[in-house]
Every structure is written in structure tokens, then in C-alpha cells.
């Protein structure tokens, strides 16, 4: 596990704060601060898991309350914290696994409250991940997890996948079973209690980005999948037009059309005071 200290470059905070990723974040830390009464957090200790290289999670909730002495950011690519902006001097960063205990070993039952926004989205053992993040909790603590259940883009390259054209394109992965529809707010909530968490919220939200000008939207389209696609130079005007028209078409079907449409779940839980009966119930092997 490796160490980084904070530095003192400026924030900007307009430039955080029209960032949707930031907004969704906050919106969150709102969710955490009505659902748990979260008044006074100055003697507890938080931690951020997959903080990311924006910190939007731990900034918003600095803001919201200035007195919080230190946050512990914790992220597996080192290089969120060699390559940040800015860190506020309270964040006490910190390489660590959220899949790996031994990674996570200081803070073991030491945490107030635990909190991670689009981060275990794309683990697909998340039991393991309530898991360690059960572990890491004092006992009364919380945790709360902010995850996507559906994406539009998933949607918009499934679809792309069905035509013949751009399937022989293709060069990027393709997850089949990345967001099963039988896996939603129940689904987690019955796994959250499983892993031993009370008063469990699970909570299904959707957030949506209007359109800008076509032009923008087919750019910002061709920017998001081209990658996937071998595309030879002579055919990008042509390809931006089918992947618009695809889009507008098939994924956005109703008059009134988004950039992007998300499905997010909220779930949070507690750490019962008294923790026997469910320490007892973990099962996974690390
Ligand atoms: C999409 S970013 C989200 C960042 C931030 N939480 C936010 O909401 O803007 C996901 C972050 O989680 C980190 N991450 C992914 N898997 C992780 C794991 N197993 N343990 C810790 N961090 C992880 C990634 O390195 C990345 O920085």
C-alpha cells in the first residue's frame, strides 16, 4: 500500500461543479446526508473508495462540512494521486484495493462511514466488495454505494453490434450480461442484508442530459465510441451520421430525445452496533 500527501495547487470549483460526474456525486453525498441524518461529522472518519482522479466525492462532502479534520481517499491506480490538480491538505490519500483486504489493512473496523460513487460499477463480485467495505466499518458505522444498473451507451452498442456493418467493425469488449435486468434495487438491497448491513435504502434513479446541437451530439458520439470501431479516416463524416441516426432512432425512440440517460442505484446500509450474528455469516474467501 503506497502513500501520497496532499499538494496545494487551486480548485477550481465553477469548473467541478458543472461536471455531471461531480454533480452525481453530490447529489449523492445530499441522498447519504438526508437518508443518515448526517449533522455535525467532525469527529468521524470517512473514507472514499475509487475517489477517482477528480476527488468529487471528497470535495463535495469538504464542502458541505468544512469541519471534517481528514478524509482517506483511497484508489488502485496510483496515478489518481501523482497526477491530481489539486488535493485538499485533509485528504490523506492512499493506494488500496477495494477487492483486496490486505490492501486496506490500517483501516480495518476503524471507518464511520464509507462511501463510493462509480466505482464498483464495473466489479462484477460486488458481494466481496459490501463485504470488505462491512469489514473496514466500526460497528454502528455506514457505508454507502452509488452504482449503474443501465447505461444508454451499453443500450446504444448492443444494438450497434446487431447490424452487420458495424459488428465486422468492431474491435473493443462487449460485456453481454454487463447490466442484467433482474439485478436492480431489490437485488442488492437482499445482498446488502446478506452481507450483514441493517436499514438498508435502495434507492433507483435516473439522470438525464439533454441534447445539444446535432452537430455536438453526433461529435460527442463518434468521440465516445471510436475507439471500438475500426474506422477508416475517409469515413468518419459517414460513420458520425449513422451512429446519430442509430442513436435518435432506436435508443432515443420518443419525441423529446437525451444525450445521455443513466440508470444509477443508491444503496446504503449500516454496520449493526452488535455484529456477532453477521460476522459470523460472511462466507467469501479472499
Ligand atoms: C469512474 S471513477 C469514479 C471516480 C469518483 N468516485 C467519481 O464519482 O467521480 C472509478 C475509480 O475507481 C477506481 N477503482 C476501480 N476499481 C477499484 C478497486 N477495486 N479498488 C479501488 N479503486 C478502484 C478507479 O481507479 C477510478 O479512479
Known sequence: MAESSGNSKTLSSMEQENDINYDCAADFVNECVLEFRWTDLSNDLIMDVGCGHDFNCCN???????DIKYLVAIDNDPSVFENADYIDERIYCCVGNIEERETLLPFVGQMDKIISTGTIDVISNKQLVFENVYHLLKPGGEAAF???LNHCYYNFL????????FRKMFKGQYDPNMYPKERRGQYYKQMLEEVGFHNVVSKVVEKKEPPPSDEDWKDILYEEFKNMFKISPHSVADIKEDLFQIYVTKIEKCKLKY???????????????STFHSEVKQTTVL
Open 146 to 148: 452509488l452504482f449503474t
Open 158 to 165: 448492443t444494438v450497434l453490434l446487431e447490424i452487420p456493418k
Open 60 to 66: 463535495f462532502i469538504l464542502k458541505v462540512f468544512p
Open 259 to 273: 444525450m445521455n440517460r443513466v440508470l444509477l442505484l443508491y444503496l446504503l446500509g449500516s454496520k449493526p452496533i
